[in-house]
């Protein structure tokens, strides 16, 4: 199976900051990688695709980048709705397999 | 706009069999591959399995000698069913549709998922 791991795995954060979040994978899975947003009591939510592809009606401060095995996701500005746990998800092999989830407390 | 609903016990004993089922609204079932994915409480997430709509599955091999998931296109749903349950299977299971097979799988959209507690 392939192991993704995310960096961290909590942060503090103030509206407006740029948040970075950092996902790794145990072997190259080209650009197959997805990002979920998760809020209390709520399914995830679909942000980015394909490593860097917007899903639709997603806002535009945030994106994701890379290829291979190191990925990110960024927030250009954190914005009050976006205080969840975020999940990174690779679909280049089964199993697919999700990160242990980043968690975005406000600070 | 596609919704999906999952349905079933919320309660199952152990060693028994788990079984859900995700109705799909606003789009049909056909043309695409469908999901299971399941958090325990407070965890991360697990993927199952999908299901293509002509019937072709791919499941997780740390529960393919449990798991079955099936099709009914005639009714726009999928099924779940997850054999010899213990208390490691109490989790929320959500349904989804996958997106994009050909050049990056994602999960579009999502059921809002169901607490099935395993608990004599």
């Known amino acids: 199976d392939i192991q993704m791991t995310q960096s961290p795995s909590s942060l503090s954060a103030s509206v407006g900051d740029r948040v970075t979040i950092t996902c790794r994978a145990s072997q190259s899975i080209s650009s197959y990688l997805n990002w979920y947003q998760q809020k209390p009591g709520k399914a995830p939510k679909l942000l980015i695709y394909a490593a860097s592809s917007f899903q639709s009606g997603v806002p535009s401060r945030f994106s994701g980048s890379g290829s291979g095995t190191d990925f990110t996701l960024t927030i250009s500005s954190l914005q009050p709705e976006d205080f969840a746990t975020y999940y990174c998800q690779q679909t280049y092999s089964t199993p697919w397999t999700f990160g242990q989830g980043t968690k975005v407390e406000s600070k | ?120």
């Open chain 2, 1 to 120: 706009q596609v919704q999906l609903q999952e349905s079933g016990p919320g309660l199952v004993k152990p060693s028994e069999t788990l079984s859900l089922t995700c109705t799909v609204s606003g789009g049909s079932i056909g043309t695409f591959y469908w999901s299971w994915i399941r958090q325990p409480p407070g965890k991360g997430l697990e993927w199952i399995g999908y299901i293509y709509y002509t019937g072709s599955t791919n499941y997780n091999p740390s529960l393919k000698s449990r798991v079955t998931i099936s099709v009914d296109t005639s009714k726009n749903q999928f099924s779940l069913s997850l054999s010899s349950v213990t208390a490691a299977d109490t989790a929320v299971y959500y349904c989804a549709r996958v997106s994009g097979h050909s050049y990056g799988s994602h999960f579009d959209y999502w059921g809002q998922g169901t607490l099935v507690t395993v608990s004599s």
